[in-house]
């Protein structure tokens, strides 16, 4: 049995100073393993996936072999963000080319194939990055994806990636879109059409590191930080949170600073 204390959560919001409305799932890997800072969705550190840290960050070392993150589909439950939903992620990809992989993926396999999925791609064969979404029983999926593009940042530099769905970043425009930023740069938006619904999307599977198609190699690099809002974070929000970076190790003695006189700590247990 393991303890944690929601203060802890306090105190990482009010250092990194990020607005933290909406946000539902965090991965920070500060504990040693894929704990969810902020909900109930423990992840499941795969095959030999690692918890590295140095005196600020902690991160997940992929061997680009099989490691990965199980995040579970199931209690991830992404087709229930039906309002529109953010997916951010802080990715360190090494100075080498890779091959066909999702970063972070939530959906469905059928066979040798991806289907009713959402995804982050840092790296493709084709060599470029992108958000992607899939509709309902597409088989295979990419056929009918749609997606926007950016560069591979194979630099060896930590990157944050986010994939937004929901209304439109520009004014007079109606429906859902699909946008893709990298730091604090808009990629590309583009329109959810008629079988790309949210609803629509699978619960299945939900990784980290690793695609949901079979035939795909999982990625080699650092995960430091994942996170899931309920919500479609806006352009400023993108780069307030680009500008503030990842969430950083606590330290204790700022915990117990921050503690003091005004904060009611409850305690929750996780097993």
Not at 38 to 59: Q, S, Y
Not at 61 to 66: F, K, P, Q, T, Y
Not at 88 to 112: C, H, N, V, Y
């Amino acid at each position: 049995m393991r303890k944690k204390f929601l203060l802890v959560a306090v105190v990482i919001a009010l250092m990194s100073g990020v607005a933290q409305a909406g946000l539902i799932h965090q991965y920070t890997f500060n504990y040693g393993d894929a704990s969810d800072d902020v909900g109930t969705a423990d992840g499941i550190l795969m095959n030999g996936a690692t918890v590295n840290h140095d005196d600020d960050l902690a991160w997940v070392s992929l061997d680009g072999i099989d490691d990965f993150v199980d995040l579970v589909g199931p209690n991830i439950a992404i087709n229930t963000l039906t309002d529109g939903f953010t997916l951010k992620l802080w990715f360190r990809q090494p100075e080498i080319d890779q091959g066909w992989s999702m970063t972070a993926a939530f959906g469905d396999t059928d066979g040798w194939f991806g289907k009713r999925y959402v995804a982050i791609a840092t790296a493709r064969g084709d060599q470029v990055s992108r958000a992607m979404i899939t509709g309902d029983n597409d088989n295979p999926g990419y056929e009918t994806e749609l997606a926007a593009n950016g560069p591979e940042m194979n630099d060896g530099l930590l990157h944050l990636y986010s994939l937004v769905v929901g209304p439109a970043l520009c004014c007079d425009q109606e429906g859902l879109y699909i946008s893709y930023f990298i730091d604090d740069q808009l990629m590309g938006s583009v329109k959810l059409w008629d079988g790309r619904q949210i609803s629509l999307l699978s619960n299945a599977y939900a990784y980290l590191g690793k695609g949901l198609y079979p035939g795909d190699a999982t990625m080699l690099g650092d995960i430091v930080q994942f996170e899931i809002y309920d919500e479609a974070l806006s352009c400023c929000d993108i780069k307030l949170n680009y500008a503030n970076g990842p969430v950083e190790v606590p330290e204790p003695t700022t915990i117990a600073l921050l503690g003091l006189g005004s904060l009611v700590l409850f305690r929750r247990r996780k097993s």
